[in-house]
Nanobody, 124 residues
Framework: QVQLVESGGGLVQPGGSLRLSCAASGLTLDYYGIGWFRQAPGKEREGVLCVTSDGSTYNADSVKGRFTISRDNAKNSVYLQMNSLEPEDTAVYYC??????????????????WGQGTQVTVSS
């Protein structure tokens, strides 16, 4: 059974940092493109950052210079480091795996597996 499990969300003040983790079981993330998406109340799901199986990364303009994505293949996990958080970053964050080994931020449909999401709230 394939599972992606996000963790690391929570409440943080503006300007603070969080690191989200996405741990996989039932599949080897090395061969997958991984995307981080987020969805705020009343808004569509949007791509934040993604990484292909060969390590190429792509980011949304809204998080450029603030968020980074990384892999730890030994732990079968992917991470989203979020710095300089803003209230506009408040959302449920999801990780997703694409078996094609590529990744995209513009369209969630190619992703084969999704985690359950973790809430990030940025507020003073």
């Amino acid at each position: 059974q394939v599972q992606l499990v996000e963790s690391g969300g929570g409440l943080v003040q503006p300007g603070g940092s969080l690191r989200l983790s996405c741990a996989a079981s039932g599949l080897t993330l090395d061969y997958y493109g991984i995307g981080w998406f987020r969805q705020a109340p009343g808004k569509e799901r949007e791509g934040v950052l993604c990484v292909t199986s060969d390590g190429s990364t792509y980011n949304a303009d809204s998080v450029k210079g603030r968020f980074t994505i990384s892999r730890d293949n030994a732990k079968n996990s992917v991470y989203l480091q979020m710095n300089s958080l803003e209230p506009e970053d408040t959302a449920v964050y999801y990780c997703a795996a694409d078996g094609s080994s590529f990744c995209t931020l513009v369209d969630p449909s190619p992703y084969d597996y999704w985690g359950q999401g973790t809430q990030v709230t940025v507020s003073s």
